[in-house]
Structure formats: C-alpha cells, structure tokens
T-cell receptor, first 113, second 112 residues
Framework: DGGITQSPKYLFRKEGQNVTLSCEQNLNHDAMYWYRQDPGQGLRLIYYSQIVNDFQKGDIAEGYSVSREKKESFPLTVTSAQKNPTAFYLC????????????FGPGTRLTVL | GNSVTQMEGPVTLSEEAFLTINCTYTATGYPSLFWYVQYPGEGLQLLLKATKADDKGSNKGFEATYRKETTSFHLEKGSVQVSDSAVYFCALSYTGYSTLTFGKGTMLLVSP
C-alpha cells in the first residue's frame, strides 16, 4: 500500500536534547512538508521541500532543521533552540509544485520533559 | 496574507442531526479550498476539495460549495453519525504554490 509513515508515534526527550522525527513516503511525490499542531492552533508550516536537496522555511522554522537527501525521506530535527517543542508533528506530501492536494502521515507526538 | 476562519467548537449534535461547520477565507485570486478531518490521535485525511468558484466537493455524505462572492466553503452533512466525531479543518492553497493555510479546526462531537 502506498502512503506516508512517521515514526515513532510517541517520542519523549529530555530538555536540551536534539531529536529527529522520521517521515517516509512511497507515493513517488516530489514535495514534502512538516507541520506542527498545538491544541486550538490548527496546523503551522515548519519546512517544505519541493525537490531533493532543496527545502524552504515555513512560518515557524526557528529551532528546527530538515534534510532532503532522498525523494522518499524528509526527516525533521527538533533542536535544543526550539523553546517549546512539545507538540504533535505531521508530515505531508504532494505530487509536486503544480498540484495542491496534500496527503498526511499519522503524526508523531513529541513530549519534552 | 491568506487566512482561514472557522467557527469555534466544539459542535455537539445528536446522531442523525444536520451539520454545518462554517468556513470563510481571505485570499487573493482563486485558491483551491479543502476540508480535512482528523480522528483522535491520528493524522489528517482529505475529506473533500473544490478548485474553482461554484464547485461542490462531496465525500462520505459531506458537501461543501465554493462561494467566491461570500468567500466561504461551509461544510454540511444531512445526517451525522457517532463515527463522524472528529476535528474538521478548512484550508486553502494555490496551484503552483502548494503550501496549505489552515483554519484552527472545529471539533465535532456526535452523541447516540
């Protein structure tokens, strides 16, 4: 089955530690995205990538980093510079720049203790 | 900038009641409009979409019509079920620039 996988579903880290969230897709989509979801806040865009080896900052990129070395993979690192990292993180993908429908993974809930 | 405004939740209904969740947007030009649904603890699923004015998106008994004149995309369902309990997000994007702008979400709770 084609789809987007995110792992792990729940992640706990100590304050001050960097942590990397995984996102893999086998839909052959060019574009991938990371969103952060907080209660009552909707979704906010962190980073997006339209093609391999290229990515752009979204609305709330500070304290986060990404890489796009393979088409299928778009890992997100939450660094110690992110002041309030506890949230639900959602990865998405779309066919490319010229399409508008995004498909979402199941999400990773990160809790920083 | 672009923005999407949804009605505050939670919306609480009895099974078989009629549902309306209001969504209005502020944007230039002609964005595409979407409704996504999120079940507890899960990611978002695309529910329906409309890409131009007067288009009606529909899926699983839900409908929404793209109203350019009122900049709205209200979600409706004639008879809700307990299994429809979820958070519903309205969103917009532009073809050629596919990042989504989301509303804050509206929680729907349906009781038997």
């Amino acid at each position: 089955d084609g789809g987007i996988t995110q792992s792990p579903k729940y992640l706990f880290r100590k304050e001050g530690q960097n942590v990397t969230l995984s996102c893999e897709q086998n839909l052959n989509h060019d574009a991938m995205y990371w969103y952060r979801q907080d209660p009552g806040q909707g979704l906010r865009l962190i980073y997006y990538s339209q093609i391999v080896n290229d990515f752009q900052k979204g609305d709330i990129a500070e304290g986060y980093s990404v890489s796009r070395e393979k088409k299928e993979s778009f890992p997100l690192t939450v660094t110690s510079a992110q002041k309030n990292p506890t949230a639900f993180y959602l990865c998405a993908s779309s066919i490319g720049l010229d399409t508008d429908t995004q498909y979402f993974g199941p999400g990773t809930r990160l809790t920083v203790l | 900038g672009n923005s999407v405004t949804q009605m505050e939740g939670p919306v609480t209904l009895s099974e078989e009641a009629f549902l309306t969740i209001n969504c209005t947007y502020t944007a230039t030009g002609y964005p595409s409009l979407f409704w996504y649904v999120q079940y507890p603890g899960e990611g978002l699923q695309l529910l329906l979409k409309a890409t131009k004015a007067d288009d009606k998106g529909s899926n699983k008994g839900f409908e929404a019509t793209y109203r350019k004149e009122t900049t709205s995309f209200h979600l409706e369902k004639g008879s809700v079920q307990v299994s429809d309990s979820a958070v519903y997000f309205c969103a917009l994007s532009y073809t050629g620039y596919s990042t989504l702008t989301f509303g804050k979400g509206t929680m729907l709770l349906v009781s038997p």
